[in-house]
C-alpha cells in the first residue's frame, strides 16, 4: 500500500523557495506596466524593468537551479543558511532599489541596486564555480564550462557599462547612448543566453520526454564553444555601429547552433510530457524571437519579448516544476498534464501576443502593455501555484 503524502520540509529545500520568490520578483518585474496602464501614474521605469527582470528575477532563479542541481548531484552540498538568507535579502534589495532609482539623487539607489545584485552574483558564483568545476567531466559541461564564466563576464561588463552611463549622464549631463545600449546588450541577451546554452544538453538530458539518441552534432569541442562565445560577445557592437540585422540574425544563428542543433531538438518527444514540450517550445523560441527582431528595428521589441518571456520565462519555469516532481509518479500525473501546464504556459503565450498588438495598434499601446503584463503575471501565478501545491505534497524521501 502507497504511503499517503506529507508536507514537504520546505525550509530544507532553499531551491524551491527560491523557485517560489523568483515567480513573486516575476510578477513585481512588470508590474509597473500594470499600473501605468489602468492608473493615473504615467511613470515609465525602464530602467527598474530592465534591472528587477535580468538582476532580480532571473538572477534569483539561477540560484534556485544552482541550489537544487548541486544537491541532486553533490549529497554532501549543505543548504547554507547564511547563503540563502543572503541570496533573499540581495534579490529584493535590487528590485526595491531600482524602484527609487528617482527618489534619490546622483543616482545613488541604481549604484546600491548594482552594488546587491553584484553580491548576489558572487555569491552564486562561488557556490557553483567550485563544485561545477569538479563534476563538469561527470556531466558532460566539459566543452561547454566556457560559457560559464564568459556569462559571469557578460553581466559584471554590462552592469559597469550601465552604472558608468548613468553616472556620467548624472554628473555631466553627456548622454553617452552606446554605453546603456551595449551594456543593456551584455546584461539583458548575452548573460542569461550564455547560462542556458552552458547547460542545455543536462537540461535536455534530464527533462522526461526529449530524446538525443542518434543525434548528429556539429561539435562539441572547446574550440567550437569558445569562437561561439566570442561571437556572441562581437554581435551586441556588431548591432550598434556596423548593422542592426547583422548583430540580430548573428544572435539567431548563435542560438540554433548551440541549442537547437547540438542538442537535436529537430526530433520529436519520446514521451509525451508537456512539460517536456514547454521546454523544447521555449529553446525554439529564442533563435525564433532573435529572427523576428532582425527582420527590422521596428520588429525588435517584439522579438526580444519573444526571446524574455518565452525562452528565458516559460522554459525556466516549466524546467524548475519538471525538477520538483521528477521521480515522483503521483506528483506527475497529477501536474506534468496539458491543464495545468497549459493554463500556465498559455498565459505567456497570450502575454506575447498582447506585446505583438501593442506595436500594431499604436494609439491602444499602453492598455495592449497592460493586457500583456496581465497575462504574464497570471501565467506566473498559475506556475507559482502549481509549484506551491507539488511541494506541499511531494512525499517525504
Request: glycine share 6%.
Amino acid at each position: 500500500m502507497k504511503s499517503s503524502p506529507s508536507p514537504v520540509r520546505l525550509y530544507a529545500e532553499p531551491g524551491s523557495l527560491l523557485f517560489l520568490l523568483s515567480g513573486l520578483l516575476a510578477c513585481a518585474s512588470v508590474a509597473h506596466w500594470l499600473i501605468m496602464a489602468f492608473s493615473p501614474d504615467t511613470v515609465q521605469r525602464h530602467v527598474y524593468h530592465m534591472i528587477s527582470t535580468v538582476q532580480a528575477f532571473l538572477t534569483c532563479l539561477a540560484a534556485a537551479f544552482s541550489f537544487i542541481w548541486l544537491q541532486k548531484n553533490e549529497e554532501k552540498y549543505p543548504a547554507h543558511t547564511i547563503k540563502f538568507i543572503l541570496i533573499v535579502v540581495a534579490s529584493v534589495a535590487t528590485a526595491v532599489t531600482a524602484w527609487f532609482r528617482y527618489a534619490v539623487p546622483r543616482g545613488i539607489m541604481l549604484g546600491i541596486s548594482e552594488l546587491c545584485w553584484l553580491v548576489l552574483v558572487l555569491i552564486i558564483a562561488g557556490s557553483a564555480f567550485p563544485r561545477l568545476s569538479k563534476l563538469r567531466k561527470e556531466i558532460s559541461l566539459n566543452s561547454r564550462f566556457v560559457w560559464l564564466p564568459t556569462a559571469l563576464v557578460f553581466g559584471i561588463t554590462g552592469a559597469v557599462l550601465v552604472s558608468t552611463y548613468s553616472s556620467i549622464f548624472i554628473m555631466t549631463g553627456n548622454n553617452i547612448r552606446w554605453l546603456v545600449l551595449m551594456g543593456r546588450g551584455y546584461l539583458l541577451q548575452c548573460m542569461f543566453l550564455a547560462v542556458i546554452i552552458a547547460f542545455a544538453p543536462i537540461v535536455f538530458r534530464q527533462v522526461p520526454g526529449p530524446s538525443m539518441t542518434g543525434c548528429h552534432r556539429i561539435s562539441n569541442g572547446k574550440t567550437f564553444h569558445i569562437i561561439c562565445a566570442l561571437l556572441l560577445a562581437i554581435s551586441i557592437p556588431l548591432e550598434l555601429w556596423v548593422s542592426y540585422e547583422a548583430g540580430m540574425y548573428m544572435r539567431a544563428l548563435l542560438t540554433y547552433l548551440t541549442i537547437i542543433h547540438t542538442c537535436c531538438l529537430w526530433t520529436l518527444p519520446v514521451q509525451n510530457s508537456p512539460l517536456a514540450w514547454c521546454v523544447r517550445v521555449s529553446a525554439w523560441l529564442l533563435p525564433a524571437g532573435y529572427t523576428v527582431a532582425a527582420l527590422s528595428p521596428a520588429y525588435r521589441l517584439i522579438g526580444l519579448h519573444i526571446v524574455f518571456i518565452g525562452g528565458f520565462t516559460l522554459g525556466p519555469l516549466s524546467l524548475a516544476l519538471s525538477w520538483i516532481i521528477e521521480k515522483e509518479e503521483v506528483l506527475q500525473q497529477r501536474f506534468d498534464r496539458f491543464l495545468p501546464v497549459g493554463l500556465f504556459s498559455g498565459f505567456l503565450v497570450l502575454s506575447i501576443l498582447f506585446r505583438v498588438m501593442s506595436e500594431a495598434t499604436v494609439q491602444a499601446r499602453v492598455f495592449s502593455w497592460g493586457y500583456s503584463t496581465m497575462a504574464y503575471i497570471l501565467g506566473v501565478l498559475v506556475w507559482i501555484y502549481l509549484l506551491t501545491r507539488a511541494l506541499l505534497f511531494r512525499r517525504d524521501s
